[in-house]
């Protein structure tokens, strides 16, 4: 009796071990801001604010959170510190401002908005929220929300106006001066308006090698090397006029098929 005490003690302290190494790790979600806060500080960066519109799955908690109330007060809270105005002004100068609009050029912005128009769960989970009596009891009783009152106190506080005088000393002002003459500037814009990577996922493979070159190790090709072209019926089995993957594939450079290397000499035979 008390070996199968034993055993059954065993067995159920090393389930959960057994369970917890068979089952993978579920992948690490995109961040998705939580507080009023941190959607404010998004959709005044310049290089992010387009997030909410690129996937409809961002956009729900975004609607979610700019239908609240206190998103409102917390902005108005915002727009009093100089700091947060210097803050978005200065990644309006980043490269990253460029890329954030340029991927609505991929045409993957758009596949999700027309599965979301088709999916009733995102309907489901619009109505829900701008149907919410919790939140219409919220902005109800919205202008007995402390918050509020710290807004419009705010107003008539000095160290506000300090802020705001003080405010070119700031070396963010200073760094906002300084980036018209800034060379780097502009080769960062330059470089992001190259880069396919700017215009979204499915343009990373535009216009590139599929082979890759040593420097001082380029061999020529042998005369009757066949060239090695893309497959642009993958994975339909013919040319698709739809699939704007096979258009892309189109533009591909060619790869020139290495020559095979010579046979090695034979050995000489032994002296006998």
Do not use: C, H
């Amino acid at each position: 009796m008390k070996v199968k005490s034993l055993v059954a003690a065993l067995l159920v302290a090393a389930a959960p071990a057994a369970f917890a190494n068979g089952a993978a790790a579920p992948a690490a979600a995109p961040a998705v801001p939580q507080t009023p806060e941190a959607w404010l500080a998004r959709m005044t960066d310049m290089t992010k604010n387009m997030s909410a519109y690129k996937d409809p799955k961002v956009f729900v908690p975004f609607m979610n959170a700019v239908t609240e109330p206190g998103f409102y007060t917390t902005m108005g809270n915002n727009m009093m510190d100089p700091g947060n105005w210097l803050n978005m002004m200065n990644s309006m100068t980043q490269p990253g401002a460029y890329t954030n609009m340029a991927q609505f050029a991929d045409p993957n912005v758009y596949m999700k908005w027309l599965a979301a128009s088709m999916d009733p769960n995102f309907y489901t989970a619009l109505l829900t929220q701008l149907s919410d009596p919790g939140k219409l009891m919220r902005w109800a009783m919205s202008p007995m929300d402390p918050k509020v009152m710290s807004m419009l106190t705010n107003s008539i506080n000095p160290n506000v106006y300090m802020k705001w005088m003080t405010a070119p000393m700031d070396p963010r002002a200073m760094q906002l001066m300084m980036a018209p003459i800034n060379p780097n500037l502009y080769m960062g814009w330059a470089g992001a308006s190259m880069n396919p990577s700017s215009y979204g996922d499915m343009w990373k493979g535009f216009a590139t090698a599929p082979y890759s070159m040593v420097p001082g190790a380029v061999a020529a090709p042998a005369a009757a090397a066949p060239i090695a072209m893309p497959n642009w019926t993958v994975p339909a089995g013919n040319f698709n006029f739809f699939d704007p993957n096979a258009w892309t594939q189109m533009f591909q450079i060619p790869g020139v098929t290495a020559p095979a290397a010579a046979p090695a000499a034979p050995a000489a035979p032994a002296k006998k």
